[in-house]
Structure formats: C-alpha cells, structure tokens
T-cell receptor, first 116, second 117 residues
Framework: AQTVTQSQPEMSVQEAETVTLSCTYD???????LFWYKQPPSRQMILVIR??????QNATENRFSVNFQKAAKSFSLKISDSQLGDAAMYFC?????????????FGKGTKLSVIP | KAGVTQTPRYLIKTRGQQVTLSCSPI?????VSWYQQTPGQGLQFLFE???????NKGNFPGRFSGRQFSNSRSEMNVSTLELGDSALYLC????????????????FGPGTRLLVL
C-alpha cells in the first residue's frame, strides 16, 4: 500500500516570503499522480497543483511550484510571495494511475501560518 | 460550472441512529468518491462510485455504505452510529474518462460535519 508522509505538522512564513512544504511517499509503482490540496478554515478542499509522475518537468501554477524528485520519492511544494490567504492546511496526496485504484492517499497535512 | 455540493452541511445525531449524506458532483463528472476526515486519523478513503457501481472501497466497517444514481448524484449511509463516526465527510468528483491524465483530478465539496452524541 502507498503511504504519504508530511514531516512538518506546522510551518510559518512571513508575508511576501517563500516557504517550502515537504512531502515524501512510498510506492512500488512507476506511474502515478501527485497532488497538493489546500484546506482553509472554511474546510473546502481546494486543488493547488498536480503532477504526473511520467512528466519530468515540475508543475507550476502562478505562485505555486513543485520540486518533484521521482527517484527520491519526494514532492515538495514551494509557495512564493506568500499572502495572508495562503494560510491553511496543506495536504499532499497520491493516486495510482492503475485501473481499480481510484482513491487518493493523503498525508497528515501541514498547517501553514502567514505572519503579516 | 457549479462545484460539488453536499447536503446537509451540519448534522447532529445520537448513538445508534443512522444518517444519510448527499453529494451532487460537478456537471459531467461521472465518478464520486467519499472521504472521512478526523483529527486523529486524517483523511481516509471510504468508497468510490462510477456509473452507479462501486469500484473501490476503503477499510471501513459494513455500517458505511453508499450508492450512486443514474444522474451521478451519490449518497452515503452510516447505520448504527458510534461516537467515533463524528467527522467531516467529504465528497469529491472527477470526470473519470478512459483518457486518464488530468481527468483524474478529484474536486471536493465543502463537506458535511457530522456530530454523534
């Protein structure tokens, strides 16, 4: 079974600064998807960024980018120019690409605080 | 397009009762997944439905069940509620086509907060 580990339960960042959230995963599969979701206090889970394992290029979405190291099974999220609205729980998630494996496996999450 | 909607948003039940939660996916999405979120266990997968068929099931007791209708709307039912069932129940939908790729992204609803007393 796949496992996802987020080793930083809490992190903080000054507004306008850059922060990196860590995620590692364990799998024997070669093809899969990785995601970062954001869950603000309102509880709505919002997709931040997605990465297909077969793509070597790191995904980028505006101020959010990932550092995907397939061999190291590492998938970190970098948030640049942090804003107050970035304060939330961030979850790293894994999904197999194989048929019959449709669920997301989540890490425990990292609570990000943004300091004005 | 409207997002994933879940009803009710909040629910209070007592032990032994049963509860039904509803989820309406994004228009055109055919797959609906359910997750339970608790402070202790985090986010755990319950089950996934596609074209009215359960394709995947997580490690939950039989008290947890679900179904999907022909319009892709889904319901989950928990019978004989226990205190430990208190949680945020999240529903997610995805297009789930044979093409795979970006179509496999799951989009979440706001959740139903269930409190069992």
């Amino acid at each position: 079974a796949q496992t996802v580990t987020q080793s930083q339960p809490e992190m903080s960042v000054q507004e306008a600064e850059t922060v990196t959230l860590s995620c590692t995963y364990d799998t024997s599969e070669s093809d899969y998807y990785l995601f970062w979701y954001k869950q603000p206090p309102s509880r709505q889970m919002i997709l931040v960024i997605r990465q297909e394992a077969y793509k070597q290029q790191n995904a980028t979405e505006n101020r959010f980018s990932v550092n995907f190291q397939k061999a190291a099974k590492s998938f970190s999220l970098k948030i640049s120019d942090s804003q107050l609205g970035d304060a939330a729980m961030y979850f790293c998630a894994y999904r197999s690409s194989g048929a019959g494996s449709y669920q997301l496996t989540f890490g425990k999450g990292t609570k990000l605080s943004v300091i004005p | 397009k409207a997002g994933v909607t879940q009803t009710p948003r909040y629910l209070i039940k007592t032990r032994g009762q049963q509860v039904t939660l509803s989820c309406s996916p994004i228009s055109g999405h055919r797959s609906v997944s359910w997750y339970q979120q608790t402070p202790g266990q985090g986010l755990q997968f319950l089950f996934e439905y596609f074209s009215e068929t359960q394709r995947n099931k997580g490690n939950f007791p039989g008290r947890f069940s679900g179904r999907q209708f022909s319009n892709s709307r889904s319901e989950m039912n928990v019978s004989t509620l226990e205190l430990g069932d208190s949680a945020l129940y999240l529903c997610a939908s995805s297009p789930s086509t044979l093409a795979g790729g970006p179509y496999e992204t799951q989009y979440f609803g706001p959740g139903t907060r269930l409190l069992v007393l």
